[in-house]
């Protein structure tokens, strides 16, 4: 089965302090690796999807990395617009037509 | 370019009562997806449909069912409503299959917030 696993469950940080989120996957036969964000009541927003081991993509303040186990989403200098709950999931591809998601991390950036 | 839209957005009912919810994806989008998100399990896929054809289907209850109709909009359908069935059920679409190809991206709309009492 399918497990996709966020670290940490929350994030606390000041305004310019960067930091890095963890999302850890064991999964066969990875076809691609999604990042949202989502804020309180509303659905999640699509962000990246990394689908080889090696990738970049980079947006805004945000840059999302993908190994052959994990992706790790940078927020550079980060403000307080960036605070939300970042979702990472998997998607197996061919047949699977669905995505298995972790429980998210929950960024608050204070001012 | 509208995003996806769902109805209604929110929405209270009784144990017992069944309820219908509706999603129209972005212009185009022929894949349509369903998830359900709670504070206890966060978000889980419900079912996929594609040209009007389910493809995949979560681990719920027969209680829970969907379709999608010719212009890709889709309803789902929940029976015999539980407490443990509220949640916010959010629709996503995409373009293509959403097969794992490169740019196969998936979009959520805003989710019905359902509450039953």
């Known amino acids: 089965e399918d497990q996709v696993t966020q670290s940490p469950e929350a994030l606390r940080l000041q305004e310019g302090e960067s930091s890095s989120l963890n999302c850890s996957y064991t999964?066969?036969?990875?076809?691609?690796l999604f990042w949202y964000r989502q804020d309180p009541g509303k659905g999640p927003e699509f962000l990246f999807t990394?689908?080889?081991a090696g990738e970049e993509k980079e947006k805004e303040r945000l840059k999302a990395t993908l190994t052959k186990k994990e992706s790790f989403l940078h927020i550079t200098a980060p403000k307080p617009e960036d605070s939300a709950t970042y979702l990472c999931?998997?998607?197996?591809?061919?047949?699977?037509?669905?995505?298995?998601f972790g429980a998210g991390t929950t960024v608050t950036v204070r001012a | 370019k509208a995003g996806v839209t769902q109805t209604p957005r929110y929405l209270i009912k009784t144990r017992g009562q069944q309820v219908t919810l509706s999603c129209s994806p972005i212009?185009?989008?022929?894949?349509v997806s369903w998830y359900q998100q709670t504070p206890g399990q966060g978000l889980q896929f419900l079912f996929e449909?594609?040209?009007?054809?389910?493809?995949n289907k979560g681990n719920f209850p027969g209680r829970f069912s969907g379709r999608q109709f010719s212009n890709s909009r889709s309803e789902m359908n929940v029976s015999t409503l539980e407490l443990g069935d509220s949640a916010l059920y959010l629709c996503?679409?995409?373009?293509?299959?959403?097969?794992?190809?490169?740019?196969?991206?998936?979009?959520f709309g805003p989710g019905t917030r359902l509450t039953v009492l």
């Open positions: 996503a679409s995409s373009l293509g299959p959403f097969n794992g190809r490169a740019n196969d991206e998936q979009f």
């Open positions: 999964v066969s036969g990875l076809r691609g």
């Open positions: 990394l689908y080889s």
């Open positions: 999931a998997v998607h197996r591809g061919l047949g699977d037509y669905k995505l298995s």
């Open positions: 212009s185009g989008h022929r894949s």
């Open positions: 449909y594609f040209s009007e054809t389910q493809r």
